[in-house]
T-cell receptor, first 109, second 114 residues
Framework: SQQGEEDPQALSIQEGENATMNCSYK?????LQWYRQNSGRGLVHLIL?????REKHSGRLRVTLDTSKKSSSLLITASRAADTASYFC?????????FGKGITLSVRP | GAVVSQHPSWVICKSGTSVKIECRSL??????MFWYRQFPKQSLMLMAT?????????EQGVEKDKFLINHASLTLSTLTVTSAHPEDSSFYIC??????????FGSGTRLTVV
């Protein structure tokens, strides 16, 4: 069964706007990861946040984690057309990652 | 950084034939590799864990005789889809790494069985 569930399932925004994507999970975690997948391609690791962290930044990415609510959010600031992709959250050890269904982000130029 | 090469990137085969997909770690030795399957607009589902020098560990519901995995060296794992059928058409992705340096995904293989 899938551990992570992202919402919304699809998001369309204008270039320059911020994009916020949410992920909820069911069981206790040690860390949560966000991945990006361009259409028909493999996954690119974006960021990992540990269970004892509440917020983490990487460039235009900001990830938050609320273990009490079992949820995480990924914020992409000042979006670009090149950010158009599917985004997945994943939990579990690297030896057994469980992915959510993904969010399709479309950034209109 | 860690680079994982997956080949081929796409393949079309006839029903009943077998297809082999390769996953290589280019600049590191991978004791463990993972094979995932992804249907259109859906998430990745772990199929099996490939361990160098030992048998692969398959997830529940994955037929080991259908999806043969071989991890004969520290840089190469192969997934063979045997007697492929149209329902096997999917996107297959591998990942490789070691516990201390994390895991990297290949670029995926689009399999179409006609």
């Amino acid at each position: 069964s899938q551990q992570g569930e992202e919402d919304p399932q699809a998001l369309s925004i204008q270039e320059g706007e911020n994009a916020t994507m949410n992920c909820s999970y069911k069981t206790s975690i040690n860390n949560l990861q966000w991945y990006r997948q361009n259409s028909g391609r493999g996954l690119v690791h974006l960021i990992l946040i540990r269970s004892n962290e509440r917020e983490k930044h990487s460039g235009r990415l900001r990830v938050t984690l609320d273990t009490s609510k079992k949820s995480s959010s990924l914020l992409i600031t000042a979006s670009r057309a090149a950010d158009t992709a599917s985004y997945f959250c994943a939990t579990g050890p690297n030896s057994k990652l469980t992915f959510g269904k993904g969010i399709t982000l479309s950034v209109r130029p | 950084g860690a680079v994982v090469s997956q080949h081929p990137s796409w393949v079309i085969c006839k029903s009943g034939t077998s297809v082999k997909i390769e996953c290589r770690s280019l600049d590191f030795q991978a004791t463990t590799m993972f094979w995932y399957r992804q249907f259109p607009k859906q998430s990745l589902m772990l199929m099996a864990t490939s361990n160098e020098g030992s048998k692969a560990t398959y997830e529940q519901g994955v037929e080991k005789d259908k999806f043969l995995i071989n991890h004969a060296s520290l840089t190469l794992s192969t997934l063979t889809v045997t007697s492929a059928h149209p329902e096997d058409s999917s996107f297959y992705i591998c990942s490789a790494g070691t516990g201390w340096r994390g895991y990297t995904f290949g670029s995926g293989t689009r399999l179409t069985v006609v």
